[in-house]
């Protein structure tokens, strides 16, 4: 497996290990906590992502089996009958995969990691108990005919705002500790075929 420090990892989404390691949102902020914080025992990691130890450990062998954890046996712990504590740490600090784009399994696959994603997106939009949240008039979505100018300050946007996220990320990695989010943000921007008409303009008005 490629060094941590150096090199991306490139799992193939199309092996069953893989997929079962990556498809699910928690097993992925399993692997970002255990990113963040370097080598760690179970504990710390269960703390960082508030899962019992029982829980955890079905999700981290999932990651084992996939190549994106390694662990292993730390020191035997006094008062607990000789039993070694097991230390987790990533394999890489960045997952590639690579997709095959005329590969209908590929295609439906990468379809299937979204998919969750984006349900826990649409969730946090319509949680009104969602602490320093956007107004709902603020969430918005579009199919719209847009002109040159247009879809190049629609793309001088998204570069903008690529950036803000990784200056934050930046910032988070170079945390002293596995930080928790504030903040949700989804964004998706895509060209189309021209068959869907443009939609029209929805608010949604809490009673």
């Not at 190549?67 to 035997?76: F, I, K, M, Q, Y």
């Not at 946007?157 to 504030?182: G, I, Q």
């Amino acid at each position: 497996m490629s060094d941590s420090n150096s090199e991306s990892v490139r799992p193939q989404l199309s092996r069953a290990p893989v997929w079962q390691g990556v498809r699910l949102p928690l097993r992925m902020r399993i692997f970002e906590a255990a990113r963040r914080l370097g080598e760690t025992s179970v504990t710390e990691l269960a703390q960082a992502v508030g899962l019992n130890r029982t829980a955890l450990y079905f999700h981290l062998r999932h990651l084992e089996k996939a190549g994106l954890l390694v662990s292993r046996a730390g020191e035997a712990t006094p008062g607990r009958r000789g039993k070694r504590p097991r230390y987790y740490r990533v394999t890489t600090q960045e997952i590639v995969f690579p997709v095959d784009a005329s590969a209908k399994r590929d295609v439906q696959r990468v379809v299937e990691l979204y998919r969750p994603w984006l349900a826990e997106s649409r969730l946090a939009v319509l949680d009104q108990r969602s602490p320093g949240g956007m107004p709902a008039k603020r969430v918005s979505v579009h199919w719209e005919s847009l002109s040159d100018d247009e879809i190049s300050r629609v793309r001088s946007l998204c570069n903008e705002l690529e950036d803000v996220m990784r200056r934050a990320r930046n910032r988070s990695n170079n945390a002293r500790k596995a930080p928790a989010a504030n903040m949700h943000v989804a964004m998706l921007v895509t060209p189309i075929d021209g068959h869907v008409m443009p939609g029209p303009e929805m608010k949604i008005k809490y009673s």
